[in-house]
């Protein structure tokens, strides 16, 4: 798929290039509105292409990677539609999700139906730049977080994930502010004492720099576009976390072959009780998205341990808080 620039040819005709794993697609237009719209509409069905195939779960674990690449390489307007297809709730899950209206924030609770009141609530906020996902973007993972709990603690989890405001609507540090109205509404309808976990996938420390790891879904035009449409105070090295360390205990992954890896360790310092892993195979939201860890069955059985450790921190942490 062909990555859109500017570069602009005295002939008048400019090239469009993509190369990746040895694959380069090359085709030329001319800069007139004609081919512009031709060229937009190449991307969007090539993209489509891209998210079917991706979804279907049929890739190479080496082209799934470079497809997910070439997606968020995109621009917002293109990349924010098509990951949002890609991350739909599939199967039952849908039927797990409630709305939550406020006037600060909208998100959705993600429970099992059948289960009795929450015995604690972990509150996402999800990952994406600031200029894409939504909050039922990793529905798979919720499910397998929320049983896994019931399942090692016989008690029941649920999750807030927040749809804060994507940029440009709004820029920040608006989309934080709305993850911690969504803290606040928790605390005051749930209680002072009721667990509240925080994975805090957005990393607004720091994400905007340029760090050397090619082989990682997070690439530098995704970054990019993030510090263009979420204005100045992206661009920033550091943003202000005090408030950071007022929230509740926080669990923080990592990859060792992904970009943010010293940017995510340093914003994890914000957080006084946390958890922090690393899958050393692993690229950006590994745990989450379980196609982006290596697919060897010790590397996938390494992650879903990972997943029982979690909980189980989780349901040591609310047993200290309750007694």
Request: glycine share 6%.
């Amino acid at each position: 798929m062909p990555t859109v620039q500017t570069d602009d040819y005295p002939s008048g005709v400019s090239p469009y290039k993509r190369g990746n794993m040895g694959t380069s697609i090359l085709f030329w237009h001319t800069n007139d509105s004609t081919s512009d719209v031709w060229l937009t509409y190449v991307v969007h069905t090539e993209s489509l292409l891209y998210s079917l195939v991706l979804a279907s779960g049929l890739l190479p674990h080496g082209v799934y990677i470079w497809a997910f690449q070439t997606i968020l390489s995109q621009p917002p307007a293109i990349s924010g539609p098509l990951t949002n297809l890609l991350t739909l709730p599939s199967g039952n899950d849908a039927q797990w999700y409630s709305t939550v209206e406020q006037t600060e924030f909208t998100g959705q609770f993600f429970g099992n139906p059948k289960n009795k009141a929450a015995d604690a609530t972990l509150l996402y906020a999800h990952g994406g730049a600031f200029v894409v996902g939504s909050s039922k973007m990793y529905s798979e993972f919720y499910r397998e977080l929320v049983e896994t709990y019931q399942t090692v603690n016989k008690k029941n989890l649920d999750i807030l994930t927040v749809d804060y405001t994507l940029a440009p609507e709004a820029t920040l540090p608006r989309q934080i502010e709305q993850v911690f109205a969504a803290y606040k509404y928790l605390r005051k309808t749930r209680g002072e004492n009721h667990p509240i976990f925080i994975d805090p996938s957005t990393y607004p420390e720091g994400s905007w720099t340029d760090p050397a790891n090619k082989d990682d879904i997070i690439t530098l035009d995704f970054l990019r576009h993030g510090v263009k449409a979420c204005g100045p105070t992206a661009a920033a090295s550091e943003l202000d976390n005090s408030k950071l360390s007022t929230l509740g205990p926080a669990f923080i992954t990592f990859g060792g072959k992904e970009r943010l890896k010293d940017l995510i360790l340093r914003f994890s310092d914000s957080f006084p009780e946390r958890r922090i892993v690393e899958l050393k195979e692993g690229l950006h939201n590994w745990l989450v998205k379980k196609e982006l860890a290596p697919p060897a069955k010790a590397v996938q059985s390494q992650r879903n341990e990972y997943v029982k450790a979690l909980t189980s921190w989780m349901n040591d942490l609310a047993d200290v808080k309750a007694s």
